[in-house]
């Protein structure tokens, strides 16, 4: 994968990875799940047997102290490091922990809420190739500026992947403006990207959300994209 070196001593890589869903070991597929600031892997498990189907496993990894990195997505990258770092190679290790056991990352999707949807973003956007989708809910791409440029020197692209961004029109953490930006950068990598801005709805996740999840879900067992 495309982004910088392994990080093998952040402060996430001696959390641990809370599993559920089908056995990895008799998983066709499976759903990396990545949780927001303040909340927990098992919380966002949750949400994953929501639109759980048989055949996937789930796949959530911690955070120390139930944060990712300290400050606004929004902030100077290096302001939010080490843990953005350690926090993208959470996410890989999850996904390798998939593949070790037989599942290709074509049927590997990606799902973050919050702050955890903005590192399932920055991960994808910098390891561009063919996913089984991604889910940012209520997030995009980490740092004060975004340039298509810094993704776009990345190898490869992401063939196709179904990428999905469901954010709210006010949401106190979230400007609508940078949930387009995501959306272009993906695009231009190549991804089959649906955004959709619900008004009103605030900082959360809501039925249609849910739905369209599920359906990725189920497309991601049935192998029909």
Do not use: K
């Not at 996937?56 to 953005?84: D, H, K, T």
């Not at 190739?129 to 004060?144: E, F, M, N, P, T």
Request: aromatic share 4%.
């Amino acid at each position: 994968m495309s982004d910088a070196s392994d990080v093998s001593d952040g402060p996430h890589q001696d959390q641990p990875l809370v599993t559920a869903g089908t056995e990895l070991g008799d998983a066709t597929a499976a759903m990396i799940l990545v949780h927001g600031r303040g909340a927990t892997a098992r919380s966002i498990v949750q949400m994953g047997r929501e639109v759980h189907r048989e055949g996937v496993a789930l796949l959530a990894p911690q955070a120390e102290r139930n944060e990712w990195y300290p400050n606004s997505f929004l902030a100077p990258v290096e302001s939010n490091e080490p843990g953005r770092s350690s926090g993208l190679q959470a996410i890989r290790n999850a996904i390798e922990t998939a593949t070790d056991a037989g599942i290709p990352t074509e049927r590997i999707l990606v799902l973050g809420f919050s702050q955890g949807a903005c590192l399932a973003s920055e991960f994808v956007a910098r390891n561009p190739r063919r996913y089984g989708g991604l889910v940012a809910l209520s997030g995009g791409l980490i740092g004060d500026e975004i340039e298509a440029d810094d993704y776009a020197d990345t190898d490869g692209d992401l063939d196709g992947t179904p990428a999905f961004l469901g954010c709210s029109d006010v949401d106190p953490h979230i400007p609508e403006e940078r949930v387009h930006e995501t959306a272009r950068v993906l695009e231009e990598l190549n991804a089959d990207v649906t955004e959709r801005i619900y008004e009103g709805m605030g900082h959360g996740v809501n039925e249609d959300e849910l739905e369209t999840v599920a359906e990725l879900v189920a497309e991601l067992v049935s192998g029909s994209r």
